[in-house]
């Protein structure tokens, strides 16, 4: 400028402002529902569509087999005995250990009965849940015990 002043730029033209769409009355389910209008107690569209799916899936559930139940716990202490011994006779680890792997692999699915289970089977308890664990946790350890599923046992039993 020759006077040494700035003088600003004029504005770009700006195109004119878009008009909003009018409002639309969406009926009852526009508003905020409120404990103590009437609307809220009435259901919306498409209620009617929804209460039959719902229905249908309720019914689906109950037309599902219920999942087997668990085989009693003696029964499952057999089996594992069982496989402990061909275990033992193969050399991987002594009774106890193999017993120990066993049951913890069976009783995955069911740690509260973990414990419980190898009470009933014999294996070490102490007066406390900790020392037990730790006790059984000694049995089942890799570095004491070459069992194959050794390690997914003390897995399982880490938790406890």
Do not use: W
């Amino acid at each position: 400028p020759a006077n040494g002043r700035y003088e600003a730029k004029a504005a770009p033209a700006q195109p004119p402002p878009v008009k909003a769409p009018p409002p639309q009355d969406f009926g009852a389910r526009s508003q905020p529902r409120r404990a103590g209008d009437a609307a809220f107690s009435r259901p919306g569209p498409g209620y009617a569509h929804h209460q039959q799916q719902y229905q249908q899936q309720y019914q689906q559930q109950q037309q599902r087999p219920a999942a087997p139940p668990a085989p009693p716990r003696k029964l499952v202490i057999a089996e594992c005995e069982a496989d402990a011994k061909a275990d033992e006779s193969k050399g991987f680890c002594t009774f106890p250990q193999a017993m120990a792997v066993r049951l913890a692999l069976r009783f995955e699915s069911r740690p509260k009965d973990i414990l419980v289970a190898m009470a009933e089977a014999g294996l070490p308890a102490a007066k406390d849940q900790r020392s037990t664990v730790k006790a059984i946790m000694r049995l089942c350890h890799p570095d004491k015990c070459k069992h194959p599923d050794a390690k997914r046992a003390m897995q399982i039993l880490g938790p406890l």
